[in-house]
């Protein structure tokens, strides 16, 4: 008889990610005005399903573990396309991907996949902010400081914090770089 875990549920688990992912989005809304909470919210999204459909990248767990984690993360991407998330947002999914910015393999592995996605996100929020009247745009870099936020929200509740140091120790033979220090001034 195997012994009972107190290990969470992946869906619980699954599910409590995509809540705060979505208070993550609503946080970066708060300091804009209203009209720009749903395209903030679609970027969060679409970053949020970019990161968790990086679990192909990962570096592998002890089996039980490695299970888990691919059960979340799948489970996870999943919801963040779902119809009941998505709901009212679809034009700015679309808009989205009209300007290239889709969830591809190589944003894990490839920095200037990442670049590239930044600069689309602040890009895409820029014109939204642009529709406003001039009186109700936000200042100049808002779209810069909000992306990096939710780059950094997303990658921290999803747990993938370190995903590109783990990524590129694999690819660079098994050395850890993150342990390098530089000396150059």
Known sequence: MPEPTNRPDPDAVATRRLTEILRAADSWSKEVPVPLTPPIRAVCLRLAEMVA????????????????????????????????????????????????????????????????????????????ANRLPAGERPDAYWADDVVAGIVASVKAIIGVDELHARTEAQY?????????VREDY
């Open 172 to 180: 660079a033979g098994g050395k850890d770089r993150r342990a390098e």
């Open 53 to 128: 459909d990086q679990r192909h990248y990962l570096q592998p767990l002890p089996q039980a573990q490695e299970q888990e984690r691919r059960a979340v993360l799948s489970m996870l991407a999943e919801r963040l396309r779902s119809p009941q998330v998505v709901a009212g947002l679809e034009p700015h999914l679309q808009g989205l991907s009209d300007l290239e910015l889709r969830a591809t393999g190589s944003w894990a592995i490839n920095a200037s996949a990442q670049t590239q996605w930044i600069s689309t996100a602040i890009q895409y929020l820029e014109q939204c």
